[in-house]
């Protein structure tokens, strides 16, 4: 690993390209069957976790994606979220989800990884998120992905993803201008339900006028 010195005159320089792994840790997470609680088990421990309906359009994660997980013993912190993670899915499609401050401790299986950000001061979790989801990234990890038998990603996969990172406060302005355009997104796809919605129900009146005369 490149120590934090020639870190800061990379990206200071902007000349250059880095390796992600240069600047965040990632582990796999857990193989659930391996700590499913059975019934010859005494002891019983309830989690909450990720599934691979998680992972949506946004970087958050929704509640109601999440399973419950029963466990025969209690599960190590490595597979569990924490703030300012970011969460990957490594089955196709794949795609990058940051866990918020409403959102640490839920179990992560084997089908994902958990990245942690070594250097906080030169690369925002959000922005890293984005990044992945990005075309740039995307088409980094099809090349690697595209003639294997099972679809998914290997972690040196994403360890190897070439990434020039801004400044932090460019990479700040562009999740803003991000989660903006997303929450905008979102009220004009409520008002397109809505109007269809209304659109339906004028019809459905029309015709039981129409069979009435």
Same mark, same amino acid.
């Given at each position: 690993?490149?120590n934090?010195?020639v870190?800061?005159s ?7 390209s880095?390796?992600?792994k240069?600047?965040?840790?990632i ?16 002891k019983s421990?309830a989690y ?6 998680s992972?949506?359009?946004?970087l958050?994660i ?5 399973d419950?997980?029963?466990a025969?013993?209690? *599960?190590?912190?490595?597979?569990l979220? @924490?703030t300012?993670n ?5 089955r $196709?499609?794949? =795609?990058? #989800?940051?866990?918020?401050i ?7 299986s ?6 942690t950000i070594i250097?906080?001061?030169l690369?925002?979790?959000r922005y ?5 989801n990005?075309?740039y990234?995307?088409n ?13 990603v290997k972690?040196?996969?994403?360890m190897n993803?070439e *990434? ?5 406060? @460019?990479?700040i302005?562009i999740?803003t201008f991000?989660? $903006?355009?997303? =929450?905008? #997104? ?6 397109v339900?809505k109007?269809t ?15 009435g005369k």
């Open positions: 690993m490149l934090f010195v870190i800061i990379q990206l200071e320089s902007w000349d250059m880095m390796l992600l240069d600047l965040v840790d582990k796999v997470g857990l193989p659930l069957e391996r700590k499913r609680r059975s019934y010859l088990d005494e421990y909450n976790s990720l599934t691979l309906k992972f949506a359009t946004t958050s929704s509640e109601n994606t999440l419950q997980f029963i025969s013993e209690q *599960i190590g912190a490595q597979y979220t @924490e300012n970011v969460i990957v899915r490594l $196709t499609p794949i =795609q990058a #989800i940051y866990v918020d409403k959102n640490p401790g839920l179990l992560i084997s089908l994902m990884a958990k990245i250097f906080p001061n690369l925002d979790s890293l998120a984005l990044f992945i990005s075309v990234a995307q980094q990890l099809q090349k690697n992905i595209k003639n294997t038998s099972i679809p998914m972690i040196s996969d994403i993803l *990434i020039k990172p801004p400044s932090l406060d @460019e990479q302005k999740v991000m989660e $903006t355009s997303n =929450q905008e #997104i979102e009220l004009l796809n409520q008002l339900e109007q919605n209304f659109r339906n129900q004028i019809f459905d009146k029309l015709i039981l006028q129409t069979k």
